[in-house]
């Protein structure tokens, strides 16, 4: 309850700023703010129905907010969330080309956002699973969209910051080392949830030459198990329905080569 209380006053303020501002400038940009306002309480709306699970609502209240303000922020929280709903294990109309696309294009419009890095993570993984999307892994996603999940929550802002600045900037040793300083101090409350989440992140980013999918199921499980209250489950479920499809696939192809071996013998 804090951190919605303090997540609308900090979106109040930010509406306060925003029309204390266009008071001192034309009506020119009067309607540029007033747009780029709208478009806030789009995606305010957005990350709501996504939170209830309302995901079509969702993704149209994003869509909305990326055509009111395609080039500013807003813009770039627009095209995170809608990646992430396009690659969502319960949308009934997920797309991981769809999800590609707008993870591509944040980092292609908004080169600073400080969502880059994570849309980078996401754009390597969906381009494994890609790869993997031959006959047998179809019917691998089409078996695992038929899972009922409980209703979970997004993640909103972070608490361990120190962990994910270094994971921003490709120090994966020194942000595992914090991740798990934080998790030793707070094992059963937050932030060890998104030290977990982060620790996932790292063994799942594409540029760590430790790269792990099966160790980064591993965190996410965990963080799903052991902090069942936490707002990150939401991601994490979906991480976990990605990794899973991707290391199934892996299994299938040595499956196939094992059986493709004993034919040749």
Known sequence: MGNKHTRSRKYVYLCIAILTTALCFGCTTMTSLGKRLEAYDHV??????????????????????????????????????????????????????????????????????????????????????????????????????????????????????????????????????????????FPNTPPGDEALFTIALIFADYRNPNKDYIKSLLYFKRLINEFPHSTLREQAKTWIEVLDVIEKAKQVDIEIEEKRKEVTR
Do not use: C
């Not at 129905?49 to 922020?73: C, H, I, W, Y």
């Not at 080309?97 to 849309?119: A, V």
């Not at 078996?143 to 994910?164: C, D, H, L, P, Y």
């Open 44 to 185: 305010q709306r957005g990350k709501k129905q996504f939170e209830e699970k309302d995901l079509q609502g969702s993704v149209q209240e994003f869509k909305r907010a990326l055509s009111l303000n395609p080039e500013k922020t807003p813009g770039d929280r627009a095209l995170f969330y809608l990646g992430l709903l396009y690659a969502h294990y319960d949308n009934p109309g997920r797309n991981y080309g769809k999800s590609l696309f707008y993870f591509q294009k944040l980092i292609r419009d908004f080169p600073e956002s400080g969502l880059n890095e994570r849309s980078k993570i996401w754009i390597k993984v969906l381009k494994d699973l890609e790869e993997k999307q031959h006959e047998p892994v179809k019917s691998i996603i089409i078996r695992s969209q038929e899972k009922s999940v409980e209703n979970n929550k997004t993640q909103e802002k972070s608490i361990a910051n120190k962990g994910k600045k270094l994971l921003d900037m490709g120090n994966f040793k020194e942000a595992i080392e914090e991740s798990r300083q934080v998790l030793s101090q």
